[in-house]
Nanobody, 114 residues
Framework: QVKLVESGGGDVQPGGSLRLSCVAS????????MRWYRQAPGKEREMVAA????????SYKDSVKDRFNITRNNALNTVYLQMNDLKVEDTAVYYC???????WGQGIQVTVSS
């Protein structure tokens, strides 16, 4: 069955960095676009970044565009989200998403605070 397993979250101070990973299984990962979303307390889930099946094309939410970088390694069935210069407002649960059949990972907490 399809599984998306995130890792790499945690607590970090403003200005710090984290790298999230999402390992996918149960489908032909290399054939599909993948996305990262996040949901802060009391707010709607929002798309943070997306990457094409081959990694050639990426897109970002405006507020993270110059700080986050989405990449993938199709040999490892893994999509990454490198997050730099983290801000308090980046605090959220981050989710890996396979949009083709609308599968979600379990989510991982990222907390940015001093």
């Amino acid at each position: 069955q399809v599984k998306l397993v995130e890792s790499g979250g945690g607590d970090v101070q403003p200005g710090g960095s984290l790298r999230l990973s999402c390992v996918a299984s149960g489908f032909t990962f290399a054939s599909y676009l993948m996305r990262w979303y996040r949901q802060a307390p009391g707010k709607e889930r929002e798309m943070v970044a997306a990457i094409s099946f081959d990694g050639e094309h990426t897109s970002y939410k405006d507020s993270v565009k110059d700080r986050f970088n989405i990449t993938r390694n199709n040999a490892l069935n893994t999509v990454y989200l490198q997050m730099n210069d983290l801000k308090v407002e980046d605090t959220a649960v981050y989710y890996c998403h396979w949009p083709n059949l609308n599968y979600w990972g379990q989510g991982i907490q990222v907390t940015v605070s001093s």
